[in-house]
Protein backbone atom coordinates (compact mmCIF):
# COMPACT_ATOMS: atom_id res chain seq x y z
CA UNK A 1 0.00 0.00 0.00
CA UNK A 2 1.37 3.36 -1.46
CA UNK A 3 1.73 6.04 1.66
CA UNK A 4 -1.15 8.49 2.51
CA UNK A 5 -2.29 11.59 0.20
CA UNK A 6 0.21 13.57 2.05
CA UNK A 7 2.69 11.35 1.83
CA UNK A 8 2.70 10.48 5.36
CA UNK A 9 2.62 7.09 7.00
CA UNK A 10 0.23 4.17 4.97
CA UNK A 11 -2.43 2.37 6.63
CA UNK A 12 -0.56 -0.76 6.72
CA UNK A 13 2.61 0.63 8.39
CA UNK A 14 0.20 2.21 11.18
CA UNK A 15 -1.55 -0.73 11.80
CA UNK A 16 2.51 -2.53 12.94
CA UNK A 17 3.45 0.22 14.53
CA UNK A 18 0.49 0.25 16.81
CA UNK A 19 0.69 -3.88 17.07
CA UNK A 20 4.25 -3.39 17.87
CA UNK A 21 3.87 -0.65 20.66
CA UNK A 22 0.83 -3.20 22.61
CA UNK A 23 2.48 -6.35 21.64
CA UNK A 24 -0.44 -7.67 19.83
CA UNK A 25 -0.48 -9.67 16.71
CA UNK A 26 -3.15 -9.97 13.74
CA UNK A 27 -4.22 -12.32 11.00
CA UNK A 28 -6.01 -12.11 8.01
CA UNK A 29 -9.19 -13.78 6.67
CA UNK A 30 -9.24 -12.93 2.76
CA UNK A 31 -12.06 -14.16 0.24
CA UNK A 32 -11.89 -11.40 -2.98
CA UNK A 33 -8.37 -10.08 -2.14
CA UNK A 34 -7.29 -13.24 -2.40
CA UNK A 35 -4.30 -12.44 -0.25
CA UNK A 36 -3.36 -8.48 -0.95
CA UNK A 37 -4.22 -7.91 2.71
CA UNK A 38 -2.06 -9.70 4.04
CA UNK A 39 0.79 -9.12 1.47
CA UNK A 40 0.28 -5.47 2.56
CA UNK A 41 1.31 -5.89 5.74
CA UNK A 42 4.00 -8.09 4.71
CA UNK A 43 5.49 -5.38 2.93
CA UNK A 44 5.82 -3.25 6.53
CA UNK A 45 9.43 -4.03 7.91
CA UNK A 46 8.83 -5.26 11.29
CA UNK A 47 5.33 -7.02 10.50
CA UNK A 48 7.05 -10.21 11.05
CA UNK A 49 6.75 -9.14 15.01
CA UNK A 50 2.86 -9.11 14.30
CA UNK A 51 1.80 -11.10 11.72
CA UNK A 52 0.72 -14.83 12.57
CA UNK A 53 -0.58 -15.34 9.42
CA UNK A 54 -3.57 -14.97 6.77
CA UNK A 55 -6.25 -17.59 5.35
CA UNK A 56 -7.41 -17.57 1.84
CA UNK A 57 -11.24 -18.33 2.46
CA UNK A 58 -12.34 -17.77 -1.42
CA UNK A 59 -14.97 -20.83 -1.79
CA UNK A 60 -18.12 -21.04 0.95
CA UNK A 61 -16.58 -24.73 1.91
CA UNK A 62 -13.55 -22.81 2.97
CA UNK A 63 -15.20 -20.35 4.87
CA UNK A 64 -17.57 -22.85 6.78
CA UNK A 65 -14.89 -25.91 7.28
CA UNK A 66 -11.27 -23.78 7.85
CA UNK A 67 -12.57 -20.51 9.79
CA UNK A 68 -15.74 -22.23 11.23
CA UNK A 69 -18.23 -19.59 9.74
CA UNK A 70 -21.67 -21.06 10.84
CA UNK A 71 -23.14 -22.69 7.85
CA UNK A 72 -26.60 -21.21 8.93
CA UNK A 73 -24.86 -17.83 8.75
CA UNK A 74 -23.85 -18.23 4.91
CA UNK A 75 -27.42 -20.14 4.16
CA UNK A 76 -29.40 -17.31 5.67
CA UNK A 77 -27.16 -14.35 4.54
CA UNK A 78 -24.60 -15.18 1.51
CA UNK A 79 -21.13 -15.41 1.27
CA UNK A 80 -21.02 -11.58 1.21
CA UNK A 81 -22.64 -10.18 4.25
CA UNK A 82 -21.95 -8.24 7.53
CA UNK A 83 -21.94 -11.48 9.55
CA UNK A 84 -19.82 -13.63 7.35
CA UNK A 85 -17.49 -11.05 7.17
CA UNK A 86 -17.69 -11.16 11.19
CA UNK A 87 -17.09 -14.73 11.37
CA UNK A 88 -14.41 -14.90 9.20
CA UNK A 89 -12.64 -12.34 11.60
CA UNK A 90 -13.59 -14.55 14.27
CA UNK A 91 -12.37 -17.51 12.80
CA UNK A 92 -8.97 -16.25 12.17
CA UNK A 93 -8.51 -14.65 15.28
CA UNK A 94 -9.26 -18.13 17.00
CA UNK A 95 -7.45 -20.45 14.34
CA UNK A 96 -3.85 -18.57 14.03
CA UNK A 97 -4.15 -17.27 17.52
CA UNK A 98 -4.03 -13.84 17.26
CA UNK A 99 -5.11 -10.72 19.58
CA UNK A 100 -6.90 -9.09 16.13
CA UNK A 101 -8.54 -10.58 13.00
CA UNK A 102 -9.50 -8.56 9.98
CA UNK A 103 -11.38 -10.21 7.26
CA UNK A 104 -12.22 -9.41 3.72
CA UNK A 105 -15.47 -10.50 1.75
CA UNK A 106 -17.43 -9.31 -1.38
CA UNK A 107 -17.69 -8.83 -5.23
CA UNK A 108 -14.71 -8.04 -7.27
CA UNK A 109 -16.44 -8.97 -10.51
CA UNK A 110 -17.01 -9.23 -13.59
CA UNK A 111 -20.36 -10.37 -12.11
CA UNK A 112 -22.71 -10.05 -9.73
CA UNK A 113 -22.69 -12.84 -6.75
CA UNK A 114 -26.04 -13.94 -4.54
CA UNK A 115 -27.65 -10.80 -6.36
CA UNK A 116 -25.11 -8.71 -4.75
CA UNK A 117 -23.53 -5.81 -7.74
CA UNK A 118 -19.60 -5.72 -8.01
CA UNK A 119 -18.17 -3.22 -5.86
CA UNK A 120 -20.08 -4.20 -2.69
CA UNK A 121 -17.13 -5.24 0.16
CA UNK A 122 -17.91 -6.13 4.06
CA UNK A 123 -15.06 -5.94 6.43
CA UNK A 124 -14.60 -6.93 9.82
CA UNK A 125 -12.32 -6.51 12.81
CA UNK A 126 -12.51 -8.89 15.65
CA UNK A 127 -10.60 -8.32 18.38
CA UNK A 128 -9.76 -8.42 22.15
CA UNK A 129 -12.17 -5.31 22.83
CA UNK A 130 -14.63 -6.54 20.06
CA UNK A 131 -14.98 -6.07 16.93
CA UNK A 132 -16.51 -3.70 13.96
CA UNK A 133 -18.04 -4.67 10.33
CA UNK A 134 -17.97 -1.61 7.68
CA UNK A 135 -19.70 -2.18 4.02
CA UNK A 136 -18.54 -0.16 1.01
CA UNK A 137 -19.35 -0.10 -2.62
CA UNK A 138 -16.37 0.64 -4.58
CA UNK A 139 -16.63 1.69 -8.37
CA UNK A 140 -13.93 0.82 -10.91
CA UNK A 141 -12.37 -3.04 -11.85
CA UNK A 142 -11.71 -5.99 -9.92
CA UNK A 143 -8.67 -4.04 -8.91
CA UNK A 144 -9.56 -1.50 -7.99
CA UNK A 145 -12.20 -3.24 -5.95
CA UNK A 146 -9.93 -5.64 -4.32
CA UNK A 147 -7.36 -2.59 -3.80
CA UNK A 148 -10.62 -0.30 -2.15
CA UNK A 149 -10.83 -3.57 0.05
CA UNK A 150 -8.15 -3.98 1.44
CA UNK A 151 -7.54 0.03 2.18
CA UNK A 152 -11.23 -0.23 3.87
CA UNK A 153 -9.59 -3.30 6.13
CA UNK A 154 -6.57 -1.96 7.05
CA UNK A 155 -8.12 1.87 7.82
CA UNK A 156 -10.65 -0.24 10.02
CA UNK A 157 -8.41 -2.63 11.72
CA UNK A 158 -6.12 0.91 12.27
CA UNK A 159 -8.46 2.83 14.09
CA UNK A 160 -9.72 -0.32 16.33
CA UNK A 161 -5.96 -0.63 17.84
CA UNK A 162 -5.02 1.78 20.87
CA UNK A 163 -2.89 4.57 19.57
Known sequence: MSAGPTGGTSPAEEVVQRLTATTHTVATAESLTGGLLCAALVAVPGASAVLRGGVVAYAADVKTGVLGVPPDVVSRHGTV???????????????????????????????????????????????????????????????????????????????????
Open 81 to 163: APGTATAMAEGARSLLGSDWAVATTGVAGPDEVEGKPVGTVHVAVAGPYGGSTVRIRSQGGREQVREAAVDAALRLLRDQLPA
